[in-house]
């Protein structure tokens, strides 16, 4: 490591550093994070994929995962949301800890955490407006839910249009749109996005971020993982980047673009 | 006209329903019907299962033979319980559901083939456990007679009231009382399902059936859902086993309960359109239909004919040949079943579905050219030795 670099603690908490904070969200030096990863170990069988991993999402943020194929970005997100049981560390979310309270991944949704899987997952045969109440399936609030249906209709308008169409037959951006706006029907604090870029032209990969940026503006943090390092890193707040399941760098996503390492590693220069 | 083909599932139960009362009825041709009513419930009880919730449950057998005893052991003479038909029915629906939770519980995780290995092991591991548990089950000669009263103090004998017929029975238990019974359990079966598929826990099961990781991060949780369907696809099928038991008054041969029903079961589910009640009905109706009431009408045809009665010449002889020469032809030409789920077609036809999502990827891209012209910050995507342009993108 080279001395230019900041190293991960002192990146992300330095107050020297300008944070890009989105309007009503207080400092992320101040507030009290969001989720908090620590020490966290995962992964499956006999082999751990995800090596004492920390990290923080503080109210209000974007957080950009970034790192190669198979670094652990998707194992992540998935033990984060319980899917893929942790099998050291802590997860504290909102002051609750995950790990220790064994909190079962659907009850995980209703603390306010949704997860837009990799691949998008939409169900294919269900319609588009079944797709979006599937998304609401743990609350129990009707005028809440159709508030926020007309929210993602406002975010999403292409998807008021195709409303009774099958999720199968969308387009893939369409069907990526579906699977962000599905998550946002938990009314969520955090939604976790696993590669929204993943299979998009990249038109449409600056158009779902524009929208990322627009529900974040709209108080929803994010943590995201992808492979296009450069679109995440200049749509997130901050970004980690994770090497064959740890965190090897951290820092703003414009300390990390411009960081001669990143940029040889993930930015092909 | 064409509404009455939109509805014909309801005309055909109210042409069910005057069948009784029509000159051309006939008590032994009625009782043939009560046991197509018989097969449809339990047809239905694998519907929930395996067309809404996508398990391949291979032993639906099994809730159906435990729902047939357990309404035998809680009515026969020689044993203490001596209870009514309606309590020995209820028990019987508890009593499948509960063997589908608790036989379901530890092989959750599985999924798809080894499924279907474990449920076709407990098919024939309920069927074993009732040939060989004689003190209960009284082996291979089954329960009997059984000869229950429809309610607790009614013992439903010498119902006088409304013969019409010089062939209609005097019990609870003959034609066409039974018919009725049986025909209005279907109605409310079919009547239960439609209204699962419409709630809650029916989308949720469709949803799982679909994609599993996805209705996990829904909030969903899968291992409720799966035991939920069970419970009730298990139950539906001991109401079918306890009507079964009744209509025969006898549980019967056991062999009755062995793997050929629940392939049959199978049959019946895809010939008619995995996940649709009505296309269910109807290819029950079409294959046991033809297995419990054409086969016999064509044999008897056909040796009038001929003038002989040469085992060859039986048709209910080849009727497992017949069945699979059915199935073999739906797979290759209509895999979708009869009346196909409107979900199901598309996922077999994939075709119809890839031109339109070309069509929409197309509209998209020209829509996204359109609008990235007057967006303010196109992203140089190539232009990745201009780090300047990167603060276009911040966040004031």
Known sequence: MTAAVPSAASAELSPGVPQPATGDATSPATASPLLLVEDLEAGYGPINVLHRLSLTVYPGEIVAIIGANGAGKTTTLLAISGIVPARAGRIVFQGRDLTAEGIPPHEIVRLGLAHAPEGRKIFPRLTVRENLDMGAFTRNDPDGIAADLEKVFTLFPILRQRQQQPGGLLSGGEQQMLAIARALMARPKLLLLDEPSLGLAPQIVVHIFQVIRELNRQGVSVLLVEQNARMALKNAHRGYVLETGRITLSGTGQQLLHDPRVRAAYLGE | ?396
């Open chain 2, 1 to 396: 006209m064409k509404r009455l083909l939109q509805h014909w599932v309801v005309v055909l139960f109210v042409l069910l329903a005057v069948y009784p009362l029509l000159p051309v009825a006939e008590a032994t041709r009625g009782e043939q019907f009560t046991h197509l009513f018989i097969y449809a419930i339990l047809a239905q009880g694998l519907n929930i299962v395996l067309g809404l919730t996508g398990l391949l449950h291979l032993g639906i057998a099994a809730f159906f033979a435990i729902g047939a005893y357990t309404v035998g052991i809680l009515t026969v003479s020689h044993f203490p319980f001596q209870q009514s038909f309606a309590v020995a029915a209820v028990a019987a629906v508890v009593m499948a559901a509960l063997a589908g939770v608790l036989t379901t519980a530890p092989i959750l995780r599985l999924r798809g083939d080894y499924l279907a290995l474990v449920t076709l092991g407990l098919g024939l591991i309920v069927l074993y456990a009732i040939r060989n548990l004689d003190p209960i089950t009284d082996g291979t000669k089954g329960l009997g007679p059984i000869d229950a009263g429809p309610l607790p103090g009614f013992s439903g004998r010498n119902l006088e009231s409304w013969r019409l017929k010089s062939d209609w029975g005097r019990n609870w238990y003959n034609y066409p009382y039974f018919y009725y019974l049986s025909l209005t359990a279907l109605g409310a079966v079919m009547l239960l399902v439609r209204n699962l598929e419409h709630s809650r826990l029916g989308r949720a099961w469709v949803a799982l059936r679909e994609d599993e990781l996805a209705a996990t991060c829904m909030g969903l949780n899968p291992a409720r859902l799966k035991l939920a369907a069970i419970a009730v696809g298990g139950g539906v099928a001991g109401l079918a086993g306890a009507l079964y038991a009744m209509a025969l008054r006898h549980t019967g041969n056991p062999q009755a309960y062995d793997f050929t029903l629940s392939m049959l079961m199978i049959c019946c589910v895809i010939l008619g359109g995995m996940g649709n009640r009505n296309g269910v009905l109807l290819g029950t109706f079409l294959l046991i239909g033809f297995d419990r009431i054409l086969t016999s009408i064509l044999d008897n045809e056909i040796q009038a004919w001929v003038g002989s009665a040469a085992p060859y010449l039986k048709l209910s002889g080849y009727r497992l040949l017949i069945f699979g020469l059915v199935l073999i032809l739906m797979m290759r030409f209509r895999p979708e079943g009869l009346l196909p789920a409107r979900r199901i077609q598309r996922e077999l036809h994939p075709e119809y579905d890839e031109a339109v999502g070309r069509a929409a990827a197309q509209a998209e891209l020209a829509e996204t050219a359109a609008t990235a012209a007057e967006s303010p910050a196109p992203l140089p995507l190539h232009a990745s030795n201009a780090p300047a342009s990167d603060t276009q993108h911040s966040f004031r």
